[in-house]
T-cell receptor
Framework: IAGITQAPTSQILAAGRRMTLRCTQD?????MYWYRQDLGLGLRLIHY???????GKGEVPDGYSVSRANTDDFPLTLASAVPSQTSVYFC?????????FGPGTRLTVL | DAKTTQPNSMESNEEEPVHLPCNHS???????IHWYRQLPSQGPEYVIH???SNVNNRMASLAIAEDRKSSTLILHRATLRDAAVYYC?????????????FGTGTRLKVLA
């Protein structure tokens, strides 16, 4: 069982470009989440989804969009990347109150 | 939002017990107390969680104060592989899911 996979592992992106970070889980968890982690800080919630077909905004949603077409996939899109979106991005899914995290995507926007 | 306060860093000798404290004075009755750890260049890893009673699992023990305003993660015998950032998190039911609010965590250094 893979759990949660994220792609790409890392990416360098020019400012203004569009980028989609992929997240897939094979645990059939209903809820999924996207976080960002900046250097030396804890994780901050960007968007979440309680179940397929629904999404919600977290603490820092501006500049990001998500979709949840099915249970397994929860992509995060940066429509026009800016340098302040340089961060490590973690996807998570949850069964009840416990979340399980993916390995992360390191994104650098120049 | 519920917040937690942890020391920035702690040190322990290998094979000795480690007690990692966390204050959460604004905890509400429905908030769970979760502990995760994050190894370098990895995602957070679940360690343990509880609501009111002390909890034990193969990784650690969680001691929760009677008033629930603080908790302590106990690693019974620290190893070099336990060196990580440990996050104490309150999870609160919200909009059909549980929202986690991360603090800055405690960086645990284990000395050989």
């Amino acid at each position: 069982i893979a759990g949660i996979t994220q792609a790409p592992t890392s990416q360098i992106l020019a400012a203004g470009r569009r980028m989609t970070l992929r997240c897939t889980q094979d645990m059939r968890h209903n809820a999924m989440y996207w976080y960002r982690q900046d250097l030396g800080l804890g994780l901050r919630l960007i968007h979440y989804s309680n179940t397929a077909g629904t999404t919600g905004k977290g603490e820092v949603p501006d500049g990001y969009s998500v979709s949840r077409a099915n249970t397994d996939d929860f992509p995060l899109t940066l429509a026009s990347a800016v340098p302040s979106q340089t961060s490590v991005y973690f996807c998570a899914s949850s069964l009840g109150d416990t979340q399980y995290f993916g390995p992360g995507t390191r994104l650098t926007v120049l | 939002d519920a917040k937690t306060t942890q020391p920035n860093s702690m040190e322990s000798n290998e094979e000795e017990p480690v007690h990692l404290p966390c204050n959460h004075s604004t905890i509400s009755g429905t908030d769970y107390i979760h502990w995760y750890r994050q190894l370098p260049s990895q995602g957070p890893e679940y360690v343990i969680h509880g609501l009111t009673s002390n909890v034990n699992n193969r990784m650690a023990s969680l001691a929760i104060a009677e008033d629930r305003k603080s908790s302590t993660l106990i690693l019974h015998r620290a190893t070099l592989r336990d060196a990580a950032v440990y996050y104490c998190i309150l999870s609160r039911p919200s909009s059909g899911t549980y929202k986690y609010i991360f603090g800055t965590g405690t960086r645990l250094k284990v000395l050989a």
